[in-house]
């Protein structure tokens, strides 16, 4: 058995972001990966080694404790596929950034709400289905992250809003406004409210930006700003819970602080913390007007690194994690 790694000891960096006290209530959510390994081990293997370590860890420690799920966790256990989507909407000359932002983001969620595979019955039949298929052991933690929010009535609307918001920080925006819009963005990353929208998608977004020029800028730090830059690249523009994860453990879901379980490398669940830290930072350092007050607070949220069989062999404590950027 390898012995678990104590968590890694940073100098406390210097930040305009506010650091919240812990708080009464701690969540926990299970990458796609981690979720597959949990709820198809046989006799629930990994679902015991997972409590056992957990406990061991004691990175649930907290007055209220639960699971939360979110839409795209949800979409992706139960394999449910969508057609892509196209949004013809052209900027008005003289309009905002921010409005056409969710000029566009609108105009994709009333798209994305009427797919029929995103229709509530639909998905609570999927998840149905992909129920039967496991072990019994299985069903408890199942029922936790997938049945009982497919029986919501609201849920189509939930993940319409989520996917509509995640189509519109990735479009690409007219050659003319893309820095205004690119600023406008970087707002976003500041301003409290929709703590359950991921702001992951606009880091990446600002990092490629940063990337393209800081190995020339910095070449003594090429190598690193090379690593991070590797762990920021996702898989593919469907890669919607890998963005999640990050967010809600920097900065929480609804007030609560989260441990993720996640079977990413050691090395990639760093440098995403750090630049992620990192780019929120820097769009602080760049909005003078904007009150710290505003910005939003980072949580006491911990990624734990597991392998498939449930072991934890790394922990991360978002807070004590420097910045890259």
């Known amino acids: 058995m390898a012995t678990l790694d104590p968590p890694p000891v940073f100098p406390e960096p210097s930040l305009r972001l506010r650091y919240a ?21 046989p006799g629930g293997a990994v679902i015991h080694r997972l409590n056992a370590e957990i406990d061991k860890a004691r990175i649930a420690e907290a007055d209220e404790f639960g699971f939360c799920m979110t839409p795209f966790q949800l979409l992706e256990v139960l394999g449910t596929k969508l057609p892509d989507i196209g949004v013809d909407i052209r900027p008005v000359k003289g309009q905002p950034p921010l409005e056409l932002f969710y000029q566009v983001v609108e105009a994709a969620r009333v798209k994305i709400a009427t797919l029929a ?5 639909s998905l609570a039949a999927r998840a149905r289905e992909r129920r039967s298929f496991l072990p ?12 009982t929010p497919c029986a919501q009535p609201d849920l189509t609307d939930q993940i319409a809003s989520a996917l509509a918001w995640d189509y ?31 702001r992951f998608r606009i880091a990446k977004r600002m990092w490629d930006g940063f990337y393209a020029k800081a ?13 991070a830059n590797k762990a920021m690249q996702l898989k593919t523009r469907r890669d919607f819970l890998d963005c999640d994860i990050y967010h809600l453990a920097c900065f929480g879901w609804f007030g609560a602080d989260v441990t993720v379980l996640t079977c990413d490398p050691p090395d990639g669940i760093l440098n995403r913390i750090s630049v992620y830290k990192g780019i929120v930072e820097a769009a602080a350092a760049n909005a003078p007007d904007v009150s710290e007050e505003r910005f939003p607070a ?7 690194r597991c392998e498939p069989t449930g072991e934890i062999t790394h922990i991360f404590p978002v807070q004590k994690i420097p910045t890259i950027a």
């Open 168 to 198: 519109g920080v990735k479009r690409a925006f007219p050659k003319a406004i893309a820095a205004d819009v690119e600023r406008a963005l970087a707002i976003l990353l500041l301003l409290p409210g929709q703590s359950h929208l991921s």
């Open 21 to 41: 006290p812990p708080a009464s209530r701690r969540l926990m959510i299970l990458d796609t990966n981690m979720m597959q390994y949990a709820i198809t081990s």
């Open 136 to 147: 019994e052991e299985a069903h408890d933690l199942f029922d936790m992250c997938i049945t």
């Open 117 to 121: 595979e995103l229709a509530q019955p």
């Open 298 to 304: 980072l949580h006491v949220g911990i990624i734990a």
């Open 215 to 227: 190995r020339n800028w910095i070449p003594d730090a090429a190598p690193g700003i090379q690593a």
